[in-house]
């Protein structure tokens, strides 16, 4: 398999170093990170600034520019070739439920997806990078069962994205992996002020709401009774549901204005 590697923490953080370490013997492995931690960025692309690489002394690529940035340049030209698999991660920290949404780990697999490439977002569920040998290990043995089964697309040719959440845990006490929805959370917590040294009020984004919807079923659950999660995503925002009523609701603004 040739896999690319990417992240949202950072080229050097440990996450994406000990990913690669668990995925550098099964293909050829490319890693093209961010140069700074790059969390919550989503699918921002760079557009109004240049974008630089360099290289690190163990090899890994390193970009000024967001997640969606790496993954984005690797696969329109740095590259030269089209990788089987984006791997992005492993995150800091969960990105389950309303996580998803922001995630510069998802963002960046996201991206490999929007170009067709099957696409895996791994992380942690909680923050500090306890067990992360497991966590690794894990997602090695995922990546190591997709290639064995050929699973580099669905039957109907499309490429997968895939958002894995891996509980922070002794490898011997992770539970096997169960396929889920997202939840969702509580609003987040209120933004906190500070006041800077020049006297001008400074705003910080308040920590994720705690779980709301952790029913069985969802990510929250399945990683609570220490399940390693796996969440199928599509990009698609459309509400199907109600496309009928919106339907109806534009004939009646379009009548009242005639």
Same mark, same amino acid.
């Given at each position: ?6 992240n949202?923490? =950072?080229?050097?953080?440990?996450g994406?170093?000990?990913?690669y370490?668990?995925?550098k013997?099964?293909? @050829? ?7 700074h931690n790059?969390s919550? +960025?989503s699918?921002?692309?760079?557009? %109004?600034?240049?974008?630089?690489? %360099?290289r690190a002394?163990n ?7 967001? !997640?969606?940035? &790496?993954?984005?340049i ?5 590259? =030269?070739y089209?990788p089987?698999?984006?791997?992005? =991660?492993?995150?800091? *920290? ?5 996580d998803t ?6 963002g ?9 490439v099957?696409?895996?977002a791994?992380?942690?569920?909680e +923050?500090?990078w306890h067990h ?6 894990k997602?090695r ?5 997709m290639g064995? %089964?050929?699973? %580099?697309?669905q039957?109907d040719?499309r !490429?997968?994205?895939?958002n894995?959440?891996?509980p ?6 992770? +539970? !096997?992996m +169960?396929v &889920?929805? #997202? ?5 987040? @917590?209120?933004?906190?002020t500070q006041?800077?040294?020049?006297? @001008?009020?400074?705003?910080w984004i *308040?920590a994720?709401g705690?779980?709301k919807?952790?029913? @069985?079923?969802?990510?929250f659950h399945?990683t609570?009774?220490g399940?390693v999660?796996?969440t199928p995503?599509?990009?698609? #925002? ?6 009928r ?9 379009? *009548?009242?204005?005639?």
């Open positions: 398999m040739k896999i690319l590697i990417s949202d923490d =950072g080229f050097q953080a440990p994406i170093v000990a990913l370490e668990a995925l013997d099964l293909g @050829e492995v490319e890693v093209i990170a961010p140069e790059n919550a +960025k699918n921002a692309l760079t557009l %109004h600034s240049p974008l630089y690489v %360099h002394a090899g890994f690529r390193y970009v000024n520019g967001t !997640p969606a940035d &790496c993954v984005h690797a696969l329109t030209g740095l590259l =030269g089209r089987d698999l984006v791997v992005s =991660g492993i995150n800091n *920290g969960a990105n389950m439920g309303d949404i922001y995630s510069g780990t998802v960046a697999a996201m991206e490999g997806y929007l170009f067709g099957p696409a895996i791994f992380s942690q569920t +923050k500090g992360l040998d497991a966590a690794a290990a997602a043995e995922l990546v190591q069962q064995q %089964h050929g699973l %580099h697309g039957n040719g !490429p997968w994205l895939l894995v959440n891996i922070n845990r002794p490898l011997a006490d992770i +539970k !096997p +169960k &889920c929805r #997202l939840g969702r959370r509580h609003l987040a @917590e209120p933004v906190i006041t800077s040294p020049r006297g @001008e009020t400074m705003y *308040g994720a705690a779980a919807d952790d029913a @069985e079923g969802t990510d399945a609570f009774q399940h999660s796996l995503l599509q990009v698609d #925002l459309t509400d199907h549901d109600h496309l009523y919106w339907a109806q609701t534009a004939a009646a603004l379009n *009548g009242s204005g005639a």
